[in-house]
């Protein structure tokens, strides 16, 4: 998987099938697993929620997130490593801190996924 763009397994950038409309292969629910481990831990879906509530574009720097946790700074970095490997947000080191961004893309594709597709006559 990239780390530059969150490749949900089986699909083309422009083709986003859910998860309702084929069965996965194993290879491809090997690595939405590794997406989903990700986010299944509280700290990390809140750092992910930090750094995506900037906007497309936006960074967060890790001496902004650190301060909303009790949990020491080695352990956010920890964090946000799994996040990275899950390929959901990316990081430059400037000086001292490093800056996080969500990867252009990556929570689209993913609820792209999770969607199921509109029917005829479905209930909204």
């Known amino acids: 998987m990239s780390k530059q763009e969150l490749e949900v397994p089986g699909q083309d950038a422009d083709c986003c099938s859910g998860v309702s409309e084929a069965p996965l292969d194993e290879e491809?629910?090997?690595e939405l697993a590794k997406v989903?481990?990700?986010l299944?831990?509280?700290v990390r879906l809140r750092l992910l929620s930090m750094i995506a509530s900037r906007g497309e574009g936006g960074e967060t720097c890790v001496c902004e997130m650190t301060p909303a946790f009790d949990l020491s700074q080695p352990t956010i970095s920890?964090?946000?490593k799994l996040l990275r490997q899950a390929g959901l947000i990316d990081c430059e080191r400037r000086g001292t801190w490093v800056h996080y961004w969500v990867l252009p893309g990556a929570l689209d594709k993913l609820a792209g996924f999770?969607?199921?597709p509109q029917t005829a006559g479905a209930a909204a």
Do not use: E, N, Q, S
Request: aromatic share 6%; net charge positive; hydrophobic share 45%.
């Open 36 to 38: 989903f481990k990700a």
């Open 114 to 116: 999770l969607t199921a």
């Open 78 to 80: 920890h964090h946000l």
């Open 28 to 30: 491809r629910a090997a």
């Open 40 to 42: 299944g831990d509280p």
